[in-house]
Structure formats: structure tokens, C-alpha cells
């Protein structure tokens, strides 16, 4: 059987993995996100070693954005206009390949962690859904008709634009492009900024929840009124709060008002936006999924 290599790129670390899928993962190693030298060179050397000791067919990056997904174009595998200090116009997948002589498959974090839900989580069986992170940023990729989500490059959901009523709450947000687009009002330090305390801190019965929640849902009904998606997956360290769940399934239902008439929304909200089936470990398998990928074109 084809062994593969995944690497999960996140902004605050990485995860490099070898293996076939969720029940075989061979070896793994993380380390902090410091700058793409030394990064890419910790990777390299994780891969090589595995190499050795068992060929690889195909590796693939999921990594934090933007980025340049297209393989037609002359800057693939790079890291493009990222804020992450160090990493703006970073050749990604160029020195993995040079390096370990393998096919290379690059996304999103998110379009990655959708691709390991599609073949072995949340996912499975739907050509059409769309996987959510909420964490230190939000993100959001998914599957339409079969395949990531590309486009022009590729789509950047949290920054969306959504209402924010300022008298009820007059936190400006954090990002920085925006102030508050759906991640500057919803990620994880858009929760600490406008309640001072981190948000693993919040009570689970804080009035911060159904605040939260409330803009989730406007973000999700954009979502489910633009893309139709069959299923919605919603992950990240701020969806670690399981409460969350039934109050974004209520605050949805309220706002489409009846309008799309799907069992899935009317009747079964609770299957229809849910957590993932591989908890935290979609990235990391999503990395896995997408030297399947590679190993094939
Ligand atoms: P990253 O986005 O860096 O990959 P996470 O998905 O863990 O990492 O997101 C980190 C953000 O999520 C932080 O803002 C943190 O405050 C928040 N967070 C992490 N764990 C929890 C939790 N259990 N409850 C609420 N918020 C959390
Ligand atoms: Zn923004």
C-alpha cells in the first residue's frame, strides 16, 4: 500500500506526518511555526529519515494562506501575501520537491482539513460541503462538485463582510485589512478583545456565547445562500466549546426564516452543521489526503 507524507502548516506550528489514513499513521513529529528556513528544513529532514526507512509516493502541504494553489501558475506552493512575519513570498512546495524528489500537493489549511473529512470524517459521501475553522483566524475551504474549492485563487470566507450592530457591541474587531469582517468579530482574539479574558476562560453559560453565535450564523447563512453546501463542518480551538453548537443550529434556523426548504435545515439542523469526525486531526490527515492526490496527477 502507497505510504504518504502530510504536512499540516499552521500558524502557530507544524504537524508532519507519514502514514495511509487515520488508522495508520506511522510516524509524527511537531514543531513551532518560526521561519520558513528552518521550518522547511525540520520537514525535509522528518522526510527523509521516513524515506529511508519506507518510500514515500506523494507528499502534501495544507498550510496557512493565502497562497498560490494553482498548479499552472509560476508561483505554486508558495506562501503569497501572508501578514506572518518571514513567510510573504515563501517557495513552499519547491524546496520539499528538490529536496525529497516526490509529487507535492498544496492547499489551504482548510481546503486540506476538508479533504481528509471528505475521504475519511464528517464529509464522507457529500460532493458538495464546506469545513469551517474558527481559531486564531477563521477560515473556510470545502468541496464543491467533487473537488476543492478553487477559483481565482482561493476562497477567503472569513473575511466576509456581515452586520455588526454597533450600540450592542461596540468591539471594532481585529483584523487587520477589515477591523470587523466575520473573523475580525468571531475568532478567537476577537472573543478575548471584546471580553478581556482569553476565550477558553468564558464561562460556558456567559452571555459571550450567544453573542458569538449570532455572528457565526450571519456568516453561515451567507454561506448556505451562496454555495448550498450538503453539510456544513465546523472546527477550531473556539467550536471546542460544544455549547456553541446548538445555540449557531438555533441562531441559523431563525435567520433563513423558513426560506430554504430542506429537511436538512427544517428538521435536522443538528446533523447539518456539525463537528468534525476526525476532531483535531483533519489537517494533519486533510495534508495526508492531498499527496493521495498528487500521487495521481
Ligand atoms: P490555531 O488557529 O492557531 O490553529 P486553535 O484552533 O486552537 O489554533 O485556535 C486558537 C484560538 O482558539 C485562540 O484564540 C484561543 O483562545 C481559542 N481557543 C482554544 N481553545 C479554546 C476553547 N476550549 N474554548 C474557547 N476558545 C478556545
Ligand atoms: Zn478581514
Redesign the pocket.
Known sequence: MALYGGIEA???KFVCAVGTGPDDIRDEIRFPTTSPEENISQAIAFFREQHKKEPLTALGVACFGPLDPDPHSPKFGYVTTTPKVGWAQTNFVGPLRQALGLPVGFDTDVNGAALGEWRWGAGQGLDNFVYL?I???LGGGGIINGKPIHGLIHSEMGHMLIPHNWDADPYSGFCPYHGDCWEGLC???A??GRWQT???N?PPDHNAWDLEAHYLALGLHNIICTLSPQRIIMG???M??RQLFALVHNHVYTLLNGYIQSVQILENMDKYIVPPGLGNRSGVLGAIALAEIAAVN
Open positions: 499552521g500558524g502557530t475553522t481559531g486564531t483566524g475568532a478567537g482574539p472573543l478575548e482569553r476565550a477558553e468564558l477550531g480551538g473556539v471546542e466549546q
